[in-house]
């Protein structure tokens, strides 16, 4: 049961961790590839705003859904394991995702367009669980 865990954790924080840079590629090619919205123009001006923008939607609608998953899974994990510090550890880093969601809500989101997506700051926990996930040995068989 430990090693399913350790497994699904392991592709967990992987895919959270790739989702989420999926999102920040997105937002970032269409902030430098995409001409600036004007009055004239309503809705994607072409496709390639239409692709880097649902890559941004995409990727960080999947990464927030994954990285919780991780985040949970990893407390899971570490607690089944009796592993205080990596608890720990994985809280904090869930409050630090929490409060960068805060400031670029305040930061990122009130700009007219920033190359950066707000849910990136999210990254902290699929890599505090991936890193969990490979520092700790498997404990041995009985």
């Not at 399913?4 to 392991?10: D, I, P």
């Not at 990285?67 to 899971?76: E, M, N, R, S």
């Not at 994985?90 to 995702?97: E, P, R, W």
């Amino acid at each position: 049961m430990v090693c399913t865990l350790r497994r699904a954790l392991l592709v967990l924080s992987l895919l959270a961790g790739l989702a989420l840079l999926i999102a920040q590629l997105g937002a970032y090619f269409e902030f430098e590839l995409v001409p600036a919205p004007t009055a004239a123009t309503n809705g994607p001006q072409n496709s390639a705003d239409l692709v880097f923008g649902l890559l941004a939607v995409g990727g960080g609608g999947l990464g927030f859904v994954l990285t919780v998953a991780a985040g949970i899974l990893g407390l899971v994990s570490a607690a089944t394991e009796k592993r205080a510090f990596w608890i720990a550890t994985i809280c904090v880093s869930g409050a630090l995702a929490l409060v960068g969601l805060v400031v670029s809500a305040f930061v990122l989101v009130g700009l007219p367009r920033n190359p950066y997506d707000p849910l990136t700051v999210l990254l902290v926990v699929p890599v505090t669980t991936l890193v969990f996930r490979l520092a700790t040995h498997a404990p041995a068989a009985e």
